[in-house]
Nanobody, 123 residues
Framework: HLVESGGGLALAGGSLTLSCAASGPTFVGHIMGWWRQAPGKEREFVAA????????IYADHAKGRFTISRDIDKKTLYLQIYSLNAEDTAIYSC??????????????????WGQGTQVTVSS
């Protein structure tokens, strides 16, 4: 069970931190990721992190302005977004799963999805 929070209206140039609270017995072997879907566009990968070890990967569009992290004790995933711009307006969803052979930037790596939180950037 994944529940996102932290979305809302933000000013261009500002920053925002999204959270994803996870519940479940264990996430060993799992990865957790952030995805987003802008109006009229397909869902796209943003970033992912391994629950154990904290290895991270980012989509090219996210490198430099997005930071993914997790707090194991709180079972919470975070996404920090800096220098917000209008193109960041989207519904942001967190996801978790055992990737097996799937690439971390593929939806096939994730079996559990949150409902999403809306981020709207205004200039």
């Amino acid at each position: 069970h994944l529940v996102e929070s932290g979305g809302g209206l933000a000013l261009a140039g500002g920053s925002l931190t999204l959270s994803c609270a996870a519940s479940g017995p264990t996430f060993v072997g799992h990865i957790m990721g952030w995805w987003r879907q802008a109006p009229g566009k397909e869902r796209e990968f943003v970033a992912a992190v391994s629950w154990v070890g904290g290895r991270t990967i980012y989509a090219d569009h996210a490198k430099g302005r997005f930071t993914i992290s997790r707090d194991i004790d709180k079972k919470t995933l975070y996404l920090q977004i800096y220098s917000l711009n209008a193109e960041d307006t989207a519904i942001y969803s967190c996801a978790a799963g055992r990737p097996n052979s799937a690439a971390w930037f593929s939806t096939r790596a994730y079996q559990f999805w949150g409902q999403g939180t809306q981020v709207t950037v205004s200039s």
